[in-house]
């Protein structure tokens, strides 16, 4: 079986290497690679595109409707201010615009609410209210805590000025003055943001949102995640099914216009075929690989973690990794040192372009000993006494294996 996969791929190789039974020439192959370029690019953005048509997680169950029903409770106090921070962290984030399309089928519970989300997102009057809303808290925020620390050193002061104390210490008369000009801003801010916070909660389509929030019960809450989570689950099968739906009939295309060139010795189309083949069948192997690796690797990592997680054990996690990464290394090492690089591939290597077995300079053909570093590059076969190479695994004129 070994051979017969060794045969095919040696095959498989000359037909990507070969015109005529002869080596294509540079220009042939430089505009072949451009071929494969294009055709692999063009691949890629077929399947960007054909897979757009499937609603993804994140189009189903929008970041704006999880954080609205699964995160948090809403009440009078903050809600405006939640609605506020979750418009700004949408309008503002890169990663969630796909989110922003409502043709996009949506989960039952999302869809009223997007309806009412993207309404309030794309009125940039509202929006730009929101965003002053949670500037005016910040502000007011930070005025608060100025003001308690000033009123802590002036409080201070007024007891060591009856103590008659340091008089380097802090004036009192300009702290007085300090204080009662922060709580003139600080008023002014608090104005500000109840007329903001009236003018935003007579608005229409934020007290119908804050009303489709009061009525998501519990189980409405458990039924959206339950409903993510099989989604996030199924959805790596269902994307690579119509990776497969656009994939398959171009490697099928190729496959019988490769058999057909072969059997009918057309040279340039077996070259031409055989090349998109093999590129055809990248996004092939490489998508197949993302699915296993969505199912299998990424989610059971996750539930280790969060099982060592609940038992206190997290740091056999770094164990784990490292002991997986020093597996790796030795694996590799393996690799190079015994398979790629091994001393009978470099001999191979050196014999087969006439290099020195020794010391890899070039040289002439049939040299006897390296003039660079002096080792013979022949020596006696035992069975038929004739020259062969030193390092040659058999020999060169009967083709004996050699100890």
Not at 101 to 120: A, G, K, V, Y
Not at 296 to 314: A, D, F, N, R
Not at 370 to 390: D, E, I, L, M, W
Request: net charge positive.
């Amino acid at each position: 079986m070994l051979a017969s996969v060794k045969e095919k791929a040696a095959r498989i190789r000359r037909n990507l290497t070969s015109l005529d039974n002869q080596p294509v020439g540079r220009a042939a192959l430089t505009v072949i690679l451009f071929l494969d370029l294009f055709i692999l690019v063009s691949l890629f953005d077929g399947l960007e595109e054909h897979t757009a048509q499937l609603t993804r997680p994140s189009q189903w169950v929008p970041q704006y409707c999880r954080d609205i029903v699964v995160e948090g409770e809403w009440n009078e106090t903050n809600r405006l201010e939640r609605l506020a921070r979750i418009v700004y962290s949408s309008r503002n984030s890169y990663y969630l615009r796909d989110q922003r399309d409502n043709t996009r089928e949506r989960h039952p519970l999302c869809q009223p609410i997007s309806r009412l989300f993207l309404s309030i997102e794309n009125d940039d009057g509202l929006s730009e209210n929101l965003k002053e809303l949670l500037t005016t808290r910040r502000e007011a925020a930070e005025l608060n805590r100025e003001l308690a620390r000033i009123k802590g050193a002036y409080d201070t002061a007024l007891l060591e000025q009856i103590a008659e104390s340091n008089k380097d210490k802090a004036d009192a008369p300009s702290l007085k003055q300090e204080i009662s000009s922060k709580t003139e801003s600080l008023n002014k801010l608090v104005q500000k943001q109840r007329l903001l916070e009236s003018s935003l909660g007579q608005d229409k389509r934020i007290q119908e949102l804050f009303a489709l929030v009061q009525g998501v019960t519990e189980a409405d809450r458990n039924q959206l995640k339950s409903d993510l989570r099989q989604l996030n689950f199924w959805y790596p099968v269902k994307r690579l099914g119509m990776e497969m739906i656009f994939l398959l009939p171009l490697v099928l295309v190729f496959y019988f216009w490769n058999a057909k060139s072969l059997s009918r010795n057309r040279p340039f189309q077996t070259l031409v075929s055989s090349h998109l083949l093999v590129v055809a069948f990248v996004p092939v192997f490489m998508k197949i690989i993302d699915l296993v690796y969505d199912i299998i690797p990424k989610k059971l990592l996750k539930h280790i973690i969060e099982l060592l997680e609940s038992l206190k054990l997290v740091a056999i996690w770094h164990y784990l990794l490292m002991a997986v990464t020093i597996m790796a290394a030795l694996a590799l090492i393996y690799l190079f040192q015994k398979k790629l690089f091994s001393r009978d591939k470099q001999m191979e290597k050196r014999i087969s372009k006439g290099l020195c077995q020794s010391c890899e300079k070039r040289l002439p053909l049939n040299t006897a000993a390296c003039p660079f570093c002096g080792s013979a590059q022949f020596k006696q076969c035992s069975r038929c006494n004739k020259p062969t190479y030193v390092y040659g695994k058999f020999c060169r004129e009967c083709g004996h294996e050699m100890a």
